[in-house]
């Protein structure tokens, strides 16, 4: 197994099917990858939905947690029950374009023949979102990058491809998806962001706005920073 694929969903039974298909359609044949779909207690039957998709796709994993527990506790599950060295994490809402897993997953080998564990991150340039959205990510992105350091133009992203083992070795706390880059580089890696392609979303709703988003993410940037800091790297060598 090369890779796996982890994608949270909470209510998103109009968008999993086809995002499933693309995603067996679009990666290359050279990568053996599973795909694991975390229901974060979707209460819309997508779990339904799921299981029956199993059928049709053999390496299809389906996780359900009991309650509802966020985006980061999803992606700390998937990642977990992982088969593969390697992480891809992908957006349940279909605004990720799985095609952009490939060149991500080739752009990450090579990056990590140098020695320094890498994580890609994927760049939204041109955002397929409202006003309200774009704006608040741009301001967000930029309060972020000047605290944290990461140099990473957004954090928010879904699409990240990066070491399971590394990923693990991270402190978890809820909300900490939105950091993983700077916590990342923290623990002695590198990040290099790729720009991706951002699709609108069609069907569905969003989980999240304004107040969930940004008075919940400076509480937890004052967190990180604190984490950051404090930070210790030790290295030594066995004789």
Request: aromatic share 10%; proline share 2%.
């Amino acid at each position: 197994m090369d890779l796996s694929i982890i994608v949270p969903i909470f209510n998103e039974k109009e968008n999993i099917e086809d995002l499933i298909e693309e995603i067996y359609q679009s990666i290359d044949s050279f990568i053996k990858f599973e795909v694991v779909i975390i229901d974060d207690a979707s209460d819309d039957n997508s779990l339904q939905l799921l299981k029956s998709l199993k059928e049709e796709y053999s390496s299809l994993r389906i996780i359900r947690h009991e309650e509802n527990y966020g985006q980061s506790s999803a992606i700390r599950t998937g990642v977990s029950v992982a088969n593969a060295k390697w992480i891809a994490t992908i957006d349940g809402d279909g605004q990720n374009d799985p095609r952009d897993i490939t060149k991500l997953y080739k752009n990450l080998m090579e990056l990590n023949q140098n020695g320094i564990d890498t994580m890609i991150a994927g760049f939204r340039k041109v955002r397929n979102d409202n006003f309200l959205k774009r704006f608040s990510s741009r301001y967000a992105n930029k309060i972020r990058s000047m605290i944290l350091k990461d140099n990473v133009p957004d954090t928010g992203c879904g699409l990240k491809l990066f070491s399971r083992k590394i990923f693990l070795e991270l402190p978890f706390f809820d909300h900490y998806h939105r950091y993983l880059p700077a916590l990342f580089i923290s623990n002695g890696g590198q990040v290099v962001s790729i720009e991706v392609n951002h699709r609108q979303r069609i069907k569905g709703s969003s989980k999240y706005g304004f107040h969930n988003r940004f008075w919940v993410g400076i509480y937890d940037l004052i967190g990180v920073k604190w984490l950051v800091d404090r930070k210790k790297i030790i290295l030594s060598k066995e004789y």
